[in-house]
């Protein structure tokens, strides 16, 4: 009974705090672009303001693991919230794209501290809670993200000012770092003595043993990957509703709410298909499904196949997301790292996806930025697939001597 306990409160503090995160985040995903548009900001810019949020997160997540295994997750949580309460705020005053792209990259920079610190906090008890929850994680984080947060985001851009709008983020924002208080009693910190020299030498050596890990790049790629298109998705679907179609903001916000809720549905309902396909299989199945709605995203002309478009390409992300999780939660080693490693892989795919977009979008149209991402979903489902060949060459081999 006390371990169905543990097990159950464990659960529902990475749920609530996740939900919460990801909330604000949600609210900022539709916000900051239309705030950009409201300052005439170019397709281009528009794709900078979203890529360098990417980019600043991944300057400090690799740092942010080492941090975690010596400072503890829930202070290096509160300080990221409390930095990204300032910079949100700080919004208010924005009035040129580039200020907002400053501040969009500050905000990044700070967020890696809070998502890193969660996520090793998370995998080191995934034991506990089950292998099987390993994409509960963002799971939880996309209610808020791509439900709550847009939900919200969609009613706020009809009723109330961008200020305002940015005052209630804020607000949002916060409540996580009220909330660890009341979960997280204490947070892990590992017990090791020495000057920070030798902190640093034992960590980059550490880093160094994971690196040298051949199963670990794949993974970390599909990561890439995904977030990139997830982050474009996120960002032009909006400027395609509201440029494009002329359509109010409450569609875009939609049609993120519909992509999230299958991503969710996916998640949290088909993890056993971790235990009855083959993780290349699983990968392969993403990469398709998602491949299939950029296509139809890529031709669509009207809101119903854009939002069935929205439909696949939220299965497909959630696949390859479940798939991705399990691996991580299975690596063995000190958390803080692994997750920074992933971490620094979403970065680099939060940055690169906006950033290739936004200029794929202005010069090319809108729609094939969605078309450029296929080619790359095939290519990166073909190397799992060669991946699997090698490993399999590589046992035989070894049964053979």
Do not use: C
Request: hydrophobic fraction near 55%.
């Amino acid at each position: 009974m006390s371990s169905f306990f543990v097990k159950n409160k464990l659960i529902l503090s990475f749920i609530t705090l996740n939900i919460t995160n990801g909330t604000a985040g949600g609210l900022l995903q539709i916000i900051v672009p239309l705030y950009a548009m409201s300052l005439n900001a170019t397709t281009v810019q528009i794709g900078m303001i979203r890529g360098v949020s990417g980019l600043g997160f991944l300057l400090l997540v690799i740092p942010a693991g080492f941090l975690v295994g010596h400072y503890g997750s829930k202070r290096l949580f509160v300080l990221g919230s409390l930095a990204v309460t300032f910079t949100t705020l700080a919004m208010v005053w924005a009035r040129t794209p580039l200020f907002l792209t400053y501040l969009m990259g500050l905000q990044g920079f700070f967020r890696s501290l809070r998502i890193t610190a969660m996520n090793s906090s998370f995998f080191r008890n995934l034991k506990t809670m089950g292998l099987e929850k390993a994409g509960w994680f963002k799971g939880s984080m996309s209610i808020g993200f791509t439900f709550i947060g847009p939900l919200m985001a969609g009613y706020l851009a009809k009723e109330a000012s961008f200020p305002l709008m940015f005052q209630i983020v804020v607000m949002v924002t916060l409540l996580p770092t009220l909330l660890i208080f009341f979960f997280h009693k204490d947070g892990h910190r590992l017990d090791r003595s020495g000057g920070l020299r030798e902190i640093i030498s034992f960590q980059v050596d550490d880093f160094k043993l994971l690196l040298r890990r051949k199963n670990l790049y794949l993974p970390l790629l599909a990561e890439s990957v995904g977030a990139a298109f997830n982050s474009a998705f996120s960002t032009f679907i909006i400027v395609i509703v509201v440029r494009t179609l002329n359509l109010k903001p409450m569609f875009a916000s939609t049609l993120l709410i519909i992509e999230g809720a299958v991503y969710i549905l996916t998640v949290f309902f088909a993890g056993t298909l971790i235990y009855r396909m083959k993780e290349n299989n699983l990968y392969l199945l993403g990469f398709g499904v998602t491949s299939l709605g950029a296509i139809i995203l890529a031709l669509a002309e009207n809101l119903p196949i854009i939002a069935l478009a929205t439909v696949i390409i939220g299965f497909g992300l959630g696949l390859l997301n479940m798939v991705t999780s399990s691996q991580m939660g299975a690596m063995e080693g000190d958390k803080g790292k692994i997750v920074g490693l992933f971490a620094a892989s979403t970065g680099v795919g939060m940055s690169v996806g906006p950033f290739m977009g936004g200029f794929i979008g202005q010069y090319f149209g809108n729609r094939y930025i969605f078309a450029f991402f296929v080619p790359i979903f095939l290519l990166t489902g073909i190397m799992t697939k060669m991946h699997e060949s090698r490993m399999m060459e590589v046992g035989a081999d070894s049964n053979a001597a």
